[in-house]
Each structure stands twice: as C-alpha cells, then as structure tokens.
C-alpha cells in the first residue's frame, strides 16, 4: 500500500463554502478508494494560497524530503494547493513532481493520471488560471467593501491603541473608545500642542502608564485622525486620498489632530509670501487643518487675489479676509495693568541681572586688560630680540589677539543687554496696547512670527471668523470682547491635565 500525505486548506474569506471538515472527509475516501495509505494531514487554516509561504505547507515540503516513502499528494480541489501567478503555481508542480518525484492528485483525479498528457496539462493550467482569477475576484471585492466602509466613515481594520472594534446597534463593525485610555490620549495631544518635543511628551506619557513601545509610538498617536473621529480614504485610480467623518466618537477635536498633524510635518510645508496675501503659510483649512495658500483670480476690471486650500479648493477672496483679520485683531491688546505688570516684571528682572552683571562686566575687563598687555610685551619682545622666530611670533600673537575678540565681544554683549531691557520696556511693550497698528508696522517676516506667537500655527479660516486652539496669556483681558464679535472661536482643548495651552477661560 502506497503512502501519501494530505493538504487541506481554508481562507478567511471562503468560510462559507470550504469547510476543513468536509474536505479532509473528501481526502480519506479518495484514498479509501484507491488503496492508499494517509499517514498524515496538513491543515493551512486562514490562510491565502496567493503564495507558498504557509505555515503547514512549507511542514510539508519539509516533510516530503525527510520521507522518501511517500509517493502521492492528495488535494481536494488545485485553488487548495494555489490562487497565484500561473508560472509561479504550475513551477512549484513541476517541482513537486519531477524533482521531489510525488504524485500529486486532486480528488477528482483518477489514481493513474497521465500528467504528461497535453489534455490533463491543458485541464490543470486552466484550474489554476480560474483559481488566480477567482483570488483576485475575492480580492476586488473585499478592498471594493473596505473603501465602501470607510467612505461612509466605519474604520474596519485593527483598532490602534485606545480605540476598540466593537459592534453598532445593526451589528456592523465600529470603533469604541477605550475609557481607560482617553485621559492619557487627550493628554498626548495638549502636551504636544503646547510646544513639548516628542521626547517631553514619551517621557510624561510613560510617567502616566503608557506602554506603547518604539520612539515614533507618540508620533503614530498624533499622526492618526481616528482619534479625532476622522477616518482616511486611501485614493484610488479615480478619486484622490481625502478623509470624511467617522461614525464613532473622537476623543480629541479635529483642531487639536491638525494642529499636532501640522507642526509634525512643519519642514514639508513651504508657502511662497506676498505682501498682498501677507496671511498665507499662516492660515489654516477649517476641513482637513493644513496650510492654506493664494492666487490670483481674473475680474471683469483687474486680478483679484484668494485664498484656498490644495486640497479642498474652496476661494475666499482675499479683501473680505484681511477685513475680517483686522477687525478681529483690533480687540487684540493688552490692558494698562497688564502692561503696567510687564513692565514692572521686566525691571524687576533687570535689577537682579545688574548686579550678576556688575561683577562679570568687572571681571571680563580686568580679563581684557590683562590679555592687551601680554600682546604689548610679545610685540615689544619681538621688535628688541630680532632673534624670535617670526612664525613664532605671529602663532602667539595671533591666539591672543582671538582671545581679546572673545573678551570684547562678551563685554559688548552684556552691555547691549541693557539697551534691549530699555528697548522693550519704552518701544515694543506700548504697541501691543495696539496690536494692529503693530502688526501692520511689521515686515512680512515679523507678521508670520507675530501671528504664530500669539495663535501658536493654530489659526484656521472659516467662512464668518476665525477658529484657534490658542491665544497668548497676554491677551486674556480681551476674551469677552473678541467672543462677543465672533470673530474668534476659542476652542477648549480636550485634556484632562486641568491646564491647557488656550489661555482663555470659558473658551468655547
């Protein structure tokens, strides 16, 4: 009695159709049938025959070569044994047979098949054509499900940490959010937007029992827009890559994920600036949170200038935009008392720098002194000893002449800090009491430096205003004006830390 071995395979995806059961049944009564002996099954359970690198079909490649007493193969159906490329499927046949010497059957199969026979070669190249393109069928169908899924925004894919895959009420899948996990995602997400590096915020991250393990773990937590309830369409020949609402809840606000997304990819951001659209590369989209930029438009007279996002292409034209910017800043200044309160700071802060400065002005001067004097004694030395070698002295002279540069300029350092004190104190404090007759004061560079000083890269365009997770401390007296024009949505981050980088209390 012959011995030969069985190989019975099942996928996720044809559950339904093949059962493991049923085809081992199959297996045993074929070789009932012809008299041979099954010493043993391999079952490939969940696996795509797209490739061979399968956990018990490689076992049984392994065990082909170990017992040279088995002579047949036994398959229920080719698409067990293959779904790939034909060459790829009928080399490994060949292989199987010709050089392993193994007589491979399916159960339709009589036990002596002539596979040297054009008509069996013919059958078995068509099965295993049929069996790829049925793969690829099954393929199709699935990632067409996946994006019909996530384009009506239901996530069906492993859930990241923090989120859960569950089950909606007409038991379709959908992600929850794991309680336990929020307060430290909410978290991530102010820290970082708060100005800490990635580093900062692993560190407080672990401190608070996060477990995730790699440096880019926190980077992949800010980077992900399901946390903020927003699931990413992947583009396809046809439609770009784009992002629409999910059906499950977020744990942080879609602000808070573009405002992290944008200071994540700040380098790769580039905005050409124009005096006449001077808010662009400042500006962000109100859709998807990236940086907004300009063109021109042609009107029946001249060309006007807008703003619009690559990617949503909505216009908002440019005058209406600086309008609104300047009468939203106009409520931007600081009080007397807050100023009087800067003021007093800064010369509070000036008095104790004197005195640590009294001494090391004193000390760098008796240091510059002494080095002048030791650069007179060389030259003296080598003007009445023609003796000195002249390399000599211009390495000597030179390395002390250097040292009296360093002196100077930290002596010329300390002394200019006292001009900055009194600079800001009389000059810049006082125009922040008008914020935009500041900013319009500045060149294009100052304005961008301004405007992310105070919103911190967090101020996004919308059709009525504006929308900001931030607003500088500075500015905390004017909140009940600014929300009373609506012109400035203050949004309250989503933290439980009890701090967060919006100074305004009762932001909206």
């Known amino acids: 009695m012959d011995e030969a071995i069985g190989y019975i395979r099942i996928s996720d995806e044809d559950q339904s159709r093949f059962s493991l059961t049923k085809q081992e049944k199959d297996l045993k009564s074929y070789c009932k049938l012809h008299g041979l002996d099954l010493v043993r099954v391999f079952v490939d359970d969940g696996q795509s025959a797209f490739t061979f690198n399968r956990k018990e079909w490689k076992e049984l490649e392994r065990y082909i070569k170990e017992n040279k007493t088995v002579k047949y193969l036994i398959i229920p159906h080719l698409d067990r044994f293959s779904r790939g490329e034909l060459t790829s499927s009928l080399t490994k046949l060949e292989d ?71 089950r909606s009420g007409d038991d379709k899948p959908i992600l929850v959010i794991d309680k ?52 990413r369409v992947p583009k396809t020949a046809k439609t770009p890559e784009r992002m629409v609402k999910g059906l499950h809840q977020p ?26 659209v001077y808010l662009r590369g400042a500006l962000h989209c109100s859709e998807c949170g990236k940086v907004m930029t300009a063109g021109k438009s042609k009107g029946k007279l001249k060309h006007y200038w807008y703003y619009f996002c690559n990617t949503h292409r909505v216009n908002f ?8 910017f300047d009468e939203m800043i106009s409520d931007l200044s600081i009080s007397e008392s807050t100023k009087n309160k800067m003021i007093d700071g800064i010369r509070k802060q000036f008095s104790k720098d004197e005195k640590e400065k009294g001494s090391e002005l004193e000390r760098l001067k008796s240091e510059l002194s002494s080095v002048q004097s030791k650069i007179a004694r060389v030259e003296e030395k080598y003007l009445l000893q023609t003796e000195m070698n002249p390399e000599t002295f211009k390495k000597v002279v030179g390395s002390l002449k250097e040292n009296e540069k360093n002196i100077s300029e930290k002596i010329n350092q300390v002394e200019i800090d006292n001009d900055v004190y009194e600079h800001i104190i009389s000059e810049l404090i006082p125009k922040l009491s008008n914020f935009k007759e500041l900013f319009h004061e500045l060149p294009l560079e100052g304005q961008h430096l301004l405007i992310n000083m105070v919103f911190k890269q967090s101020l ?24 009373k024009k609506g012109l400035l949505k203050i949004e309250k981050p989503s933290t439980t830390s009890g701090v967060g980088p919006v100074s305004a209390p009762g932001g909206t």
């Open 96 to 166: 199987i047979e010709k050089r392993l010497k193994i007589n491979v059957r399916t159960i339709s199969d009589p036990i002596d098949l002539d596979t040297e026979d054009i008509g069996v070669q013919l059958k078995r190249v068509m099965e295993l054509l049929m069996s790829n393109y049925e793969w690829k069928r099954i393929k199709k169908r699935t990632t067409d499900g996946i994006y019909t899924a996530l384009s009506q925004g239901r996530y069906v894919s492993k859930a990241p940490w923090g989120l859960m895959n569950g």
């Open 180 to 231: 336990t996990k929020e307060p430290l995602i909410k978290n991530i997400y102010h820290w970082f937007n708060s100005g800490l590096e990635l580093e900062e915020v692993r560190f407080l991250a672990q401190k608070d029992g996060f477990t995730q393990k790699g440096r880019s773990a926190i980077r992949r937590i800010l980077e992900n827009p399901l946390y903020a309830g927003l699931v």
């Open 251 to 276: 744990i942080v606000s879609e602000l808070e994920y573009w405002t992290a997304y944008n200071r994540l990819n700040m380098r790769k951001t580039v905005s050409q600036k124009h005096d006449d």
């Open 317 to 324: 034209n440019a005058n209406k935009v600086h309008k609104m």
């Open 460 to 483: 996004v365009l919308e059709k009525d205003g504006f929308r900001t997770l931030y607003l500088s401390p500075l500015f905390s007296d004017n909140i009940q004006k600014i929300n």
